[in-house]
């Protein structure tokens, strides 16, 4: 089953959601991200500012 996120009522796909991140529209900096989705703080830290909107990370980290 495809999760699907709700909004102005048009439904998104979790395709369509991966190309939401931030960045500047048609500039898909994460495409050429290759690394893993999930990190720790400390692999978070190690990866360069443009990589890093492209990861998921505890809020811990940013105490």
């Known amino acids: 089953m495809k999760k699907k996120f ?3 009522g048009k439904q998104l ?3 369509e ?3 939401v991140k931030g960045g500047c529209p048609g500039h898909h900096i994460c495409d050429t991200y290759n ?3 999930e990190v720790t703080c400390e ?3 190690a990866l360069p500012p ?3 909107m492209c ?3 505890a809020a811990d980290c940013f105490e």
Do not use: A, K, W
């Open 17 to 19: 959601l991966r190309n």
């Open 35 to 37: 690394g893993p989705i």
């Open 50 to 52: 443009e990589y890093q």
């Open 6 to 8: 709700s909004t102005l």
């Open 55 to 57: 990861v998921d990370v």
């Open 43 to 45: 692999q978070f830290h």
């Open 13 to 15: 796909t979790r395709t």
